[in-house]
């Protein structure tokens, strides 16, 4: 490797400030001793967190499993204020977290990452950034989220519309104003339904465009008094273990019941159990609700008759339970008051899967049937380019080839960790891992562990470069289809789990549906046998690990 003309050298560079950053920087930093920078476009920690500054954003993992569980210590000095924390209270543990760590010092804030590209001739990698800066490492981490690259549909006239229209996930950093103004909000997904009550608490009037019905479950939303809290405190190996042993991460275990399996009577019991429980719970009543349709089937009904009790309005609750997919076959929202808001005189529900949006006009947002909407605020409550988009912004190239040209036909990858082709590049949380399908800081924590090993033992075997072996891709991610092909959820066709809402996208399932812990095994088995399916390279050895010996023992567990 020669690097004699080279400035600005690492020895790892890690692009993302977020919860995968945070945790990266340490674990390269403070116990591997390397030379390390994170690269973070906004202006301080929180990655997602960062920028998720809505009305109504919150968490929908419970807040004592949202957390790093790698150190005792943090844990017991941090205290969540509630059940489901707040955008705000989560930027605030982030904060603390950067700051008890002293890690704030190696991130470059406010760099825009445009271009990652590797020198076969240094062995390097180079990143560049929008303002010309050049960075240079032997080990590259993306920590780039997988919902950080907002989609913002192409809807003829945005152009020409007077008023201020904002994307959930780009929200402005100051409080939005909308007393006394009319706002129309386009997307009921997860941010949608937590956008909706609280925007409808003080604008004059809410014009709700609904293109998919979904499902919702009460949150049940509370705040944490002293007596929980110091549980939570002195009960940290319990959570700790419970977290990394489940199929989801979160810090409950699923039923093991059959919803066929009971009478009539008793299901009905459990669901309203669950209920009450509120939250991703409810997934958990039955352990086949996403393998089998009729148990999801009587899931469904169950929630939709929840919602029609809440909507007073017959015509509005047909619109609002015209729902044509498996219950949590997408992403599943859980809500505060999302349905009871449609009661509100001032809230309108628009069905656009009836009377499609033709134009956004100077003043507002006009169908195809004719009928126009006087608006003074859009609120695109439109989602992301999923898990794929964030990491091809990045422009990742090689000598040979570029992501965008191996990814054309949809992410494939090794494990969601690696890419073939690109040596000495990691992405945490990638497609083809859990990720989206789990409770993200504990996948989090999984990969960031699992890289961290990687680059251990890389070093202490003089290895200089490792690479996902091609045929180990195409065995992973044959894997990852028909592990979700097992399930319902592929059969959702507009999921963005598929990236069906990007037009031109290819249309692939791209986390993994395995759970959480059997993918962990996975993974632990494949780093105790020499990094099996990769490609490591040093001055005194070509190691290439057989694919075709990948032995999925652990069988599929699947995640709900």
């Known amino acids: 490797m020669r690097t004699e003309k080279l400035s600005n050298v690492y020895d790892a560079l890690v692009i993302g400030a977020g919860f995968s950053g945070l945790y990266q920087l340490h674990k390269l930093r403070d116990e591997l001793g390397l030379k390390v920078a994170v690269i973070e476009k906004g202006a301080g920690v929180g990655g997602t967190w960062y920028w998720n500054r809505y009305p109504g954003a919150r968490c929908d993992s419970e807040s004592q499993g949202y957390a790093y569980f790698f150190s005792r210590q943090l844990h017991e000095n941090w205290q969540w204020s509630e059940r489901y924390p707040g955008n705000a209270e989560i930027r605030k543990y982030l904060n603390y977290v950067a700051d008890s760590l002293n890690l704030r010092k190696d991130i470059f804030f406010n760099k825009t990452v445009s271009n990652c590209s590797f020198s076969e001739y240094t062995e390097l990698w180079e990143i560049q950034t929008e303002d010309f800066d050049a960075l240079y490492c032997k080990w590259l981490v993306t920590a780039v989220g997988c919902l950080s690259a907002t989609n913002v549909p192409n809807i003829t006239g945005i152009s020409r519309f007077k008023g201020d229209w904002y ?12 007393n006394g103004l009319r706002v129309g909000q386009i997307g009921t997904g997860s941010t949608g339904i937590q956008a909706v009550p609280e925007i409808a608490k003080t604008c004059e009037h809410l014009t709700v465009f609904q293109r998919t019905p979904n499902y919702s479950i009460p949150a049940h939303n509370t705040k944490w008094d002293a007596t929980y809290t110091d549980w939570v405190r002195s009960h940290y190996d319990e959570l700790k273990a419970l977290v990394r042993s489940t199929s989801n991460g979160h810090p409950f275990r699923i039923s093991n019941n059959l919803t066929m399996e009971v009478s009539d009577e008793e299901r009905q019991k459990m669901f309203e159990r669950a209920w009450n429980d509120g939250g991703l719970r409810f997934r958990g009543v039955f352990h086949d609700l996403l393998t089998s349709q009729t148990a999801n089937s009587a899931a469904a009904d169950f929630i939709k008759s929840k919602i029609r009790q809440k909507v007073t ?16 076959a997408k992403r599943p929202p859980i809500d505060t008051y999302y349905f009871e808001t449609f009661n509100k005189d001032h809230v309108t529900l628009v069905d656009i899967q009836t009377d499609p949006i033709a134009e956004i006009t100077r003043n507002g947002i006009a169908l195809e049937g004719g009928a126009h909407h006087e608006l003074d605020v859009i609120v695109f409550a439109t989602g992301y380019d999923a898990m794929t988009k964030p990491l091809l912004n990045l422009n990742i190239e090689t000598p040979k080839t570029s992501l965008k040209s191996y990814w054309e036909g949809g992410p494939r990858n090794y494990l969601g960790l690696a890419i073939p082709g690109f040596p000495n590049l990691f992405t945490i949380t990638g497609p083809g891992s859990p990720s989206v399908l789990s409770n993200m800081p504990v996948s989090i924590e999984q990969h960031v562990d699992w890289i961290t090993e990687c680059i251990a033992y890389c070093i202490e075997t003089g290895c200089t470069s490792i690479e996902a072996q091609e045929q180990s891709a195409e065995i992973w991610t044959d894997h990852v289809r028909k592990t979700a092909d097992a399930t319902l959820l592929p059969k959702v066709q507009h999921s963005w789990y598929l990236g069906a809402n990007i037009p031109g996208k290819p249309r692939v399932f791209m986390p993994y549906a395995g759970g959480l812990n059997t993918y962990r095994k996975i993974c632990d088995n494949i780093a105790e046998e020499g990094y099996k399916g990769f490609v490591l390279n040093s001055e005194k050895t070509h190691k290439t690990s057989k694919p075709s010996d990948f032995i999925f023992s652990e069988g599929v567990s699947l995640g709900v």
Not at 167 to 178: C, E, L, R
């Open 313 to 328: 309005d017959p015509k509005t609750a047909d619109i609002l339970t015209n729902i044509d997919h498996p219950y949590a």
């Open 167 to 178: 994307h959930t996930g780009k929200w402005p950093h100051n409080d939005v104003d909308f």
